[in-house]
């Protein structure tokens, strides 16, 4: 059989032709090819809707029931719930019944909200009318009705209603002009080109008589690249191939700008598009508390299997007398007696599971998601994080990972726009090793541009200034920036100085437009590329230009860019830009030597550094160079390496011009975060793209490293010299020298550590030497560990993600954290624990593929030092009071047993059983682990050694976890016998009841339960009030109302008969037990018994072993009350600069004078 004409069969049918070949073949405007060309093959492709909802009307149940009881504490619920059903067990199934439905509900409808919020943006975007083509005119559409091949006019201001090939403009040249801020945050105009074969297609008239088809790579989420090529019919004539790239492609959710129109045709549409394809969710990342808290929940699992295994065996050795065994007042039926004994006893342990089960916190978990949810809002809503400049604050694009913030061990962070402002300003250039600095002072005069360009001689020679002349065209051609001739802002047009119009330039790059701003001040001014010819205005006012042929993009492997152009003269020239590892060893000719000292000395500065070469090409040698870019362009398969190949061998044999050296400035308080991070004891690594002598100036000047460090290079310099092995071994041995000479209160040296991107490689490669003690990575990890920073450079985008891999991978499987703002930092911020992106001048997808956003590097230190701690503290106090006040209420049940004979008799109601968790003891501890904060806000930001006393899941560790289930068990049996005393001695009355004689109370299974329970309530809210620091209103009223709801209730359930229950068992219990004054007695003592322990335990610790936490706390009190003393002295001119005065001393923490 032919299995192509089964696959063909399948793709007509079926949509998804892309998911059997590499390509598809797109028919602009549905036009069949001449009959001549490839055989016509439609292929069916998703419609241009766009769905981001999970849900539909009809799925929504099913789905989200599927998914909720994926999670193993619901699962295990539902369980116990059907158990309840089946077998005949001590308590209602709506004991367990009713808590899962409650979190299963307030879970569905927090969902189906987001959902349908989901659901009405989707209808939003799906009905916006689209333009359409259809024979030779313009139809009105809606764009969920798009297809692939239509052929639409989009006009100025307008949104790309799908992933779009240009075919014609408004413009003359065929180009027209995009911003894509909704994609990746770039708020520049960036270039888009027509094929110079369709450009001629002005109408829709013209447009409709086009044959032609476009062949391309199937959808890929990479926004930067497209690789495809279009086939254009003409009568009697071979069609005419052309290449297609990224810069032919418009992408859904992109602008049009200072266009008036364009045609294009659909390429991807609906969930094919780039855009959509990036909506695709990230790997879910698990912060350290939720580790946690299954294992909790398994510990306190296989208690309750204990529990009931316990109860289990030691009912069948009651049971072992008859008299036990069938009581007179309790006979078994004909049934239960025929049961192997095996059923009955595993019947009995399921109802002994049911019986115990509420040891299982169900509701823990809805309200750990309703306080990451809540509490994300509070970093969205702090003032300190907004920053004026960019009109932004923080943002939160997950809430899972809030409590990590207060558990970050590592740092990384990159360097050019996020430890500095990414605000380029160029300082000087140099040609041949002469120093050219715009707008020098000579003799205490500030020379113009044209009479300081050399500095050095007034009169250069022949050469010289041939050199000089090819320099500043080289900067002033090869770019991408775009030129703006005026700009209008709040009306007023700008651009217009002194009666001649000036330009403004806008590029995605600031270096590349700090070079040109540079070069406008020497003399040389790039005015505008226009018919593909750039024209340059030089020194002597004369316009020059040239015509461009090629431009060779800059990537990040080959860290540079080139052009090609032809002068007036006829003269072909190659001018590249980049980085000196990849021009020096390109170059043939020139000042090697002068032009390298001065680079180096520049980034010692700190700046920033480029090479400028060029090369002069033949007719014959620009022919070949033609021929090589073409063949690569047109490649559908592999076109990056056809196309690096072809660079490759373009760019060589280079005369060297010069260098430039350009300054970005640190961003403020960046000095200041770091510091305070590294006293926090968090370790800060640098790791950046840039040359290690510039990165070096950055890490001194933020303070990562200090003049007293001392610095360990692990650089292919280095390795050059000695081999890799013999330098990790010496610094090995330097490192550990040290920390063994620390152990003898020797003053301990501090260490930084400089790797580059070349040995980093070769210490990640796996080598027959690297195997036992010689493994290279531990002895890295050995090395890195003992120093307080390190700084990689040189660094690949997929080389940060691989060091943040190694340190999570780590023996001590440390916290990470990594924050950066351009898109080569992405693969860093999904690797680490927590991901953190700058919206900066790089653009948003560092923002949009992080866990969290800032404005700033400043912001960090809060974010960290202040919303992490509280965040950590708020939730580690939630998970273990969870368990502890179950522990507290299931326990009497546990002891209850040994006094009812192990009948399975409940202790509590089944109304106190159901609401214990719902309605009496959940609201106080969701508000506290909102709004607790045990120290002031200022104390925690001067004060970052704070961070440690919560660092390394301090708070939720084995001793700590143990600690609150040994005092649950303690207060527990403490309520059971407390209570049981009091019952103690019992008497008959008159009407044959029993009455206790300490109480004179009557007594009773639900009296009695309904004492334990009422110590019960009242221990464990006034425990969490014990607890709480930060004392407000809010605090007081739900505390106190809990407290208050629990009475209320009590009293309308016992107190009236309700209609629908089959049973009036607490009729009348709760008020009789409060009729007796030593009940009341009996249950003050109770409670002050429970708490004594935990208070006595806290008073000698904080007196006695108080941590930095408790010293900070009493400081901050001291500092609080003296400001509270001196308020009125300093307030008696009762004016607003009085009361400014007062605060400022309040946030400074310093008394007043």
């Not at 005015?527 to 006012?541: A, C, P, Q, T, V």
């Not at 399975?904 to 709004?931: E, K, R």
Request: charged share 20%; aromatic share 12%; glycine share 6%.
């Amino acid at each position: 059989m032919d299995f192509s004409v089964l696959r063909n069969l399948i793709s007509r049918y079926c949509a998804g032709e892309e998911y059997w070949v590499d390509s598809r073949t797109v028919y602009i405007g549905h036009k069949e090819p001449p009959p001549a060309a490839e055989a016509y093959i439609p292929q069916r492709y998703p419609d241009n809707r766009i769905v981001s909802s999970k849900y539909t009307l009809w799925n929504f149940i099913p789905k989200n029931l599927f998914e909720q009881f994926r999670r193993i504490a619901n699962f295990y619920f539902l369980l116990i719930f059907l158990v309840q059903l089946i077998i005949d067990t001590p308590t209602s199934p709506v004991t367990s019944g009713l808590p899962l439905f409650f979190v299963i509900t307030v879970t569905a409808i927090k969902q189906g909200y987001e959902d349908w919020l989901r659901h009405k943006a989707d209808c939003s975007i799906n009905e916006c009318p689209v333009d359409m083509v259809q024979q030779g005119t313009v139809v009105r559409t809606q764009s969920s009705k798009l297809r692939v091949g239509d052929v639409v006019m989009v006009r100025e201001d307008e949104t790309f209603p799908c992933d779009l090939i240009l075919l014609s403009s408004s413009r003359g040249d065929g180009t027209c002009y995009v911003t894509t801020t909704s994609l990746d945050g770039e708020s520049s105009h960036k270039t888009y080109y027509a094929v110079p074969d369709t450009m001629a297609f002005k109408t829709e008239q013209e447009l409709d008589s086009l044959h032609a088809t476009i062949e391309c790579e199937q959808p890929q989420p990479d926004l930067y690249k497209f690789v495809g090529r279009i086939n254009i019919y003409k009568e009697r004539e071979d069609p005419i191939a052309r290449p297609l790239g990224a810069e032919n492609l418009l992408l859904r959710g992109a602008t049009l700008k200072n266009t008036g129109h364009i045609y294009a045709v659909a390429i991807y549409t609906g969930m094919d598009t780039k855009m959509a394809l990036n909506y695709q969710s990230k790997s879910q990342k698990r912060s350290a508390v939720e580790k946690s808290m299954n294992a909790f929940l398994i510990v306190y699992l296989c208690i309750l299997i204990s529990k009931a295994v316990i109860n289990t065996v030691l009912k069948y050795a009651w049971q072992w007398s008859a008299d036990h065994d069938e009581p007179w007042y309790n006979h078994r039926t004909e049934i239960d007696r025929e049961r192997h004994v095996v059923i009955r006893a595993f019947t009995d342990f399921l109802a002994f599971m049911v019986l115990f089960n509420y040891i299982i916190p169900v509701s823990m978990y809805v309200t750990v998601e309703m306080q990451k949810f809540l509490g994300s809002y509070f970093i969205v809503w702090d003032k300190d994080m907004y920053d004026e400049e960019l009109g932004v604050g923080a943002q939160v694009n997950t809430s899972d990972l809030n409590e990590e913030l207060g558990q970050v061990e590592y740092v990384f962070t990159d360097k050019t726009g996020t430890l500095t402002e990414n605000n380029m300003e160029f300082i000087e250039c140099c040609v041949d090793g002469h120093v050219y600095i715009p707008h020098a002072i000579c003799n205490g005069q500030i020379l113009s541009a044209a009479s300081s360009i050399d500095m050095i001689d007034s009169s250069p020679g022949g050469y010289r200034r041939e050199h000089e002349d090819l320099f500043f065209r080289a900067l002033c051609l090869c770019h991408t920036v775009q030129v703006k001739e005026e700009e209008t802002v709040d009306s007023i047009k700008r651009g217009i100085h002194l009666g001649k119009p000036t330009s403004f330039y806008i590029s995605s790059s600031p270096d590349e437009v700090a070079l040109v701003e540079g070069m406008k001040r020497l003399g040389y001014t790039y005015l505008r590329l226009k018919d593909s010819h750039m024209e340059i205005l030089n020194k002597d006012d004369e316009i020059e230009r040239f015509e461009l042929l090629h431009v060779l993009n800059f990537d990040s492997v080959r860290r540079r860019m080139s052009v090609i152009v032809k002068s007036s003269s006829g003269e072909y020239l190659l001018f590249c830009k980049g980085a000196d590892t990849s021009i020096f060893p390109r170059v043939v000719s020139g000042k090697v030597e002068q032009v390298r000292a001065r680079v180096e000395q520049n980034a010692v500065e700190g700046l920033r550094t480029l090479c400028v070469a060029y090369r002069s090409l033949s007719p014959a040698e620009y022919e070949e160079a033609c021929h090589q870019l073409s063949d690569a362009k047109l490649a559908l398969k592999d076109r990056e390496q056809w196309l690096a190949q072809a660079y490759d061998l373009i760019e060589r044999d280079f005369t060297l011009l010069g260098a430039t050296a350009v300054e970005d400035r640190l961003q403020e308080k960046a000095a200041d975060t770091i510091e305070s991070l590294q006293k926090a004891g968090m370790k800060v690594w640098v790791l950046t793209g840039d040359k290690m002598e510039t990165a070096a100036a950055t890490c001194y000047a933020s303070k990562l490293f200090r003049r007293s460090t001392q610095i360990l290079e692990l650089t292919k310099k280095r390795t050059e010299e000695q081999s890799l092995h013999d330098v990790l071994f010496d610094l090995s041995r330097t490192v550990l020298r040290q920390r063994s000479l620390s152990g003898l209160s020797v003053e301990c040296q501090d260490y930084g550590l400089i790797i580059d991107g070349a040995t980093l490689s070769a210490v990640l490669k796996p080598s027959p030497e690297s195997s036992g003690s010689g493994n290279y990575r531990e002895i890295f990890l050995e090395i890195s560990r003992n120093c307080s920073a390190v700084l990689c450079c040189r660094m690949a985008p997929l080389q940060k993600a691989q060091i943040v891999k190694l340190i999570k991978a780590s023996k001590e499987h440390p916290i990470t954290l990594a924050i950066g703002d351009g898109a080569n930092d992405v693969s860093m911020i999904l690797e680490a624990h927590v991901g953190i992106g700058i919206m900066g001048k790089e653009g948003r997808q560092a923002a949009r593929n992080s866990d969290y956003a800032i404005p700033k590097f400043k912001h960090l230190k809060k974010m960290l030092l202040v919303h992490g701690h509280f965040y950590y503290i708020r939730i580690a106090e939630l998970v273990q009071y969870f368990f502890y006040k179950n522990v507290c209420f299931i326990f009497p049940q546990f002891l209850y047993q040994f006094f009812c004979g192990f009948s399975q008799q409940p202790l509590y109601d089944t109304a106190y059983l159901t609401l214990y968790n719902i309605s009496f003891t959940s609201l106080p501890i969701l508000l506290y682990s909102l709004i607790e904060k045990h120290i002031s806000i200022e104390m925690l930001k001067r004060d970052p050694t704070l961070y440690r006393d919560v660092a390394k899941n301090a708070l939720l560790r084995w001793p700590v976890f143990l600690y609150w289930t040994c005092l649950g068990l303690f207060n527990a049996c403490i309520f059971f016998f407390g209570a049981y005393f009091l019952f103690d001695n019992t008497t008959f009355t008159s009407n044959g009841q029993l009455m206790t004689t300490n109480t004179q109370m009557m007594f009773g299974n639900w009296t009695f339960g309904t004492l334990v329970f009422t110590v019960l309530v009242f221990t464990v809210t006034l425990k969490l009030a014990l607890d709480t620091h930060h004392w407000t209103w809010i605090n007081h009223f739900v505390i106190w109302g809990s407290l208050l709801f629990y009475v209320i209730f009590s009293l309308l359930w016992g107190g009236i008969i309700w209609p629908f229950l089959n049973y009036q068992r607490m009729y009348y219990v709760f008020m009789q037990m409060l009729s007796s004054g030593p009940a009341w007695l009996g249950i003050i003592l109770l409670i002050t018994i429970s708490l004594l322990p935990d208070v006595v335990k806290k008073v000698l610790c904080r007196t006695l072993w108080p941590t930095a936490t408790e010293r900070a706390q009493d400081i901050d009190k001291l500092l609080q009350s003296s400001v509270a003393e001196l308020t009125p002295v300093s307030s008696r001119p009762s004016g607003p600069s009085s009361k400014r005065k007062s605060t400022s001393h309040l946030h400074l923490g310093v008394p007043g004078p």
